[in-house]
């Protein structure tokens, strides 16, 4: 029920790159760029991040890859049954994420993407850096996929309810 995806991608001229999803999925995608030869930014010269959570029903995608930035590219591919035994499909919070794929929209979590924390960058770094083996490494990995998981929802949450307070 899950497929963690760590790519690093640079190109010298533009590219496609093309995906193809067998079966529903949730995907919990995690990209960070930086421009070529720029290496003064912040966590490791990757200035550029964003994140989000999306439903993938069965199909084939086209993607452009511009050759001017570098790519890192996280991505963890759970299927619903996963997914939603790790997180409460009742949430308030995922009420219009599953009314969307109930109606077979591929939605994102959220509309536009949210950037990447110190916290979820320290949580994807574990799982690449990761030395267990067996049964305590898939233990180890499953773990850091919740805490992304809850990371994530947690600032989708804040961003949610940000335009309801009150100055």
Not at 63 to 68: N, V
Not at 80 to 104: C, I, P, W
Not at 137 to 159: N, S, V
């Amino acid at each position: 029920g899950m497929f963690l995806l760590h790519s690093e991608m640079s190109f010298s001229e533009t590219v496609k790159i093309e995906s193809e999803v067998d079966g529903d999925a949730i995907a919990c995608q995690f990209i960070f760029s930086k421009e070529k030869n720029n290496n003064t930014t912040k966590s490791g010269g990757y200035g550029h991040s964003h994140h989000n959570i999306r439903y993938i029903p069965s199909r084939k995608e086209s993607h452009e890859i511009r050759p001017e930035l570098e790519y890192i590219y996280f991505l963890i591919v759970l299927s619903k049954d996963y997914y939603f035994n790790l997180v409460d499909m009742a949430s308030t919070l995922h009420e219009d994420f599953v009314r969307q794929m109930e109606k077979g929209i591929s939605p994102s979590f959220i509309e536009g993407d949210l950037y990447v924390t110190p916290e979820m960058r320290h949580s994807i770094n574990s799982i690449k850096e990761c030395k267990h083996e067996g049964h305590l490494k898939r233990m180890f990995i499953d773990t850091r996929i919740m805490e992304l998981i809850m990371f994530q929802l947690e600032q989708f949450g804040q961003y949610l309810h940000s335009d309801k307070e009150v100055l």
